[in-house]
């Protein structure tokens, strides 16, 4: 095969390292990620331990875009609070104040009621048909710090979907390009050693 031959050889070598080595760097940090949400959701007690706000309700206090932290604890749910629920039959969960706090005296389970800060009324009207109180199991947790504006990233990939395919789309056209290079490359070199 001579030099040529060599040459492409060691290309193809160089390039099978690095593809193994990115696909491992890929791994390692998807492996990583998952390790710290498992991690937060073990020290908060929480299942989603960290949440944009994604609407003004609660403004001015939170704004759409603001990264909430959350934490569960058994301490008791108290009025001021604010907690992330979800309600039966929707996805996305909700961040509300607790305005009222009923606990029930044959069990003891304490019921809550929540609203918006910037909402006339109380959330019932979101609540899933005929369900007037939240029970402790819709809470994910209580508001304990949160980070501002951050969380504008995934809500411009949510709204606006071209912005999405650009980012995930990129890396695949430099992909293709480098194949069709190294295609042509060879292509070429075969040309010549013939």
């Known amino acids: 095969m001579g030099w040529i031959g060599e040459t492409m050889d060691s290309i193809k070598s160089l390039q099978i390292r690095q593809v193994l080595t990115q696909a491992v760097s890929l791994g390692m940090i998807v492996t990583s990620a998952l390790i710290i949400w498992k991690a937060l959701m073990c020290i908060t007690g929480s299942e989603s331990p960290v ?3 994604l609407s003004g309700s609660m403004e001015p206090g939170f704004k759409r875009g603001d990264i909430l932290f959350l934490h569960m604890s058994k301490d008791p749910i ?12 929707r996805e996305i969960p909700i961040v509300h104040r607790v305005i009222k706090v009923h606990e029930r005296q044959d069990t003891g389970e304490v019921d809550v009621l ?16 005929g369900q007037l109180w939240l029970q402790r199991h819709h809470i994910m947790g209580r508001a304990v710090g949160f980070l501002p504006y951050v969380g504008w990233v995934t809500i411009i990939m949510t709204e606006k979907p071209i912005i999405k395919i650009l980012i995930e789309r990129e890396p695949l056209q430099i992909a293709r390009v480098l194949s069709v290079d190294v295609e042509t490359f060879r292509a070429d070199c075969n040309i010549m050693s013939s």
Not at 78 to 89: L, M, T
Not at 114 to 129: E, I, S, V
């Open 51 to 53: 949440v944009v706000v």
């Open 78 to 89: 108290r009025a001021g609070e604010i907690v992330v629920f979800n309600v039966d039959g």
């Open 114 to 129: 929540t609203k918006g800060d910037n909402n006339y009324g109380d959330d019932r009207l979101l609540y899933a048909h």
